[in-house]
């Protein structure tokens, strides 16, 4: 196994709550590198400019507008913007997408969920959360859903169908279908070509 350096996180202002459950669930993955947090919205650009992180979680809520999402992804092309937003709309979802967000997830969603969204997000891979599949429709890339991207770390770490089914409780054969269109929306044939997203 390759040893990587830690993905570099910067974690914009959220309610308390919510910024100590995010800063906690960082801290705990040894993968992950929490290099700012609690950035106040004024500082937003200032900071991550500063600290060029591999990967930035927002607050949608804390943003002047959806369009601050494009001037962020132009000045920081190489940052992944993971937006988390109260209960997003499917339109939302795809305005933030549109406007250079790398993910959008609810703030309800799952620590686990919004750990795989980092770590899809710090290789450029989007994510959607289930209720906004529909976007899939829209034009640009096809998007991994949060079961496909949980099959494409267990792919990516070696593991035989066997292994992922038992892992995620379902059939071998719905995990050969969901490696079917991992495979699919990510342009490679095989293991050995998927090994090689990074």
Known sequence: ???RSPVAVALARFEDIVSR???AMIDEDDSLDLVAADVAPES???VLRECS???AIL???SLSSASELRVLHQELSETRLVVLANNPTPSECRQMLAFGATTCLAKSTQARDV???IHLASRGLHVLPPAVTDLRSAAGPELLTAR???VLELL???RSNAEIAHALHVSVETVRTHARHVYRKLGVSNRRELRAVR
Do not use: D, I, T, W
Request: net charge neutral; proline share 4%.
């Open 1 to 3: 196994m390759v040893n």
């Open 21 to 23: 459950g995010l800063q």
């Open 44 to 46: 937003l650009h200032r």
């Open 53 to 55: 992180p591999r990967v």
């Open 59 to 61: 607050n949608f809520g």
């Open 115 to 117: 750990l795989h969204a």
């Open 148 to 150: 496909e991207a949980e």
């Open 156 to 158: 990516q770490s070696g």
